[in-house]
């Protein structure tokens, strides 16, 4: 009988152990998160050393985490906790109305899916797997050390 127990609690463990799902994994900034910044987004949305009087594009900086904390234009785009209801994540999925617009005060377009595509290009989003992971980032919480 000891056997069908040792056998059974093997087979257990063996089924769980795996099973730790994307989302249960914390998300590291400085690994994960900053390089896809980096990557696809900093170009536009970082000062210029050599212009310091032009804003980042929507005035929205990702490359000093107050500025990105406080948000751009549209007010902040990251709340820790919530992706789903952050501009920056709803913007990876598609574009979004503006804040006066979505109160029905004026009828600019919508703010473009990011990353911006160049003028007269069509989108093309982030890796599926980089949108999930910078969507688990901020769900948990959007830590951002600050070196
Ligand atoms: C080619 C330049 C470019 C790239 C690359 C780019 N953006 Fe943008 N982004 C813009 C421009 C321009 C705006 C302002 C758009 C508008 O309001 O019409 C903007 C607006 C935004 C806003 C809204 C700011 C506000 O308050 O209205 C967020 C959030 C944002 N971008 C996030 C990102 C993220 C995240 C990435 C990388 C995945 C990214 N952007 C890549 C040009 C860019």
Redesign the pocket.
């Given at each position: 009988m000891k056997t069908v127990a040792t056998v059974v609690s093997v087979a257990v463990l063996a089924l769980s152990a795996p099973v730790v799902r994307a989302a249960d994994k914390k998300v590291d900034f400085a690994k994960d998160i900053r390089p896809?910044?980096k990557k696809?987004?900093m170009?536009?949305?970082s000062l210029d050393p050599k212009k310091p009087k032009k804003h980042a594009?929507?005035?929205?900086r990702?490359d000093d985490r107050a500025a990105a904390m406080k948000?751009?234009?549209?007010?902040q785009?990251i709340i820790p906790g919530d992706a789903t209801d952050s501009?920056?994540y709803r913007?990876?999925n598609g574009p979004v109305p503006?804040p006066a617009q979505a109160a029905g005060l004026d009828d600019e377009?919508d703010?473009?899916p990011?990353?911006?595509?160049?003028r007269g290009r069509k989108w093309k989003p982030?890796p599926a797997k980089e949108i999930a992971t910078?969507k688990d980032w901020i769900d948990q919480g959007a830590i951002w050390p600050a070196k």
């Open positions: 896809i910044f696809s987004c170009k536009c949305h594009a929507g005035k929205f990702l948000g751009g234009r549209s007010g785009a501009l920056l913007l990876l503006r377009k703010i473009p990011m990353p911006k595509a160049k982030l910078i």
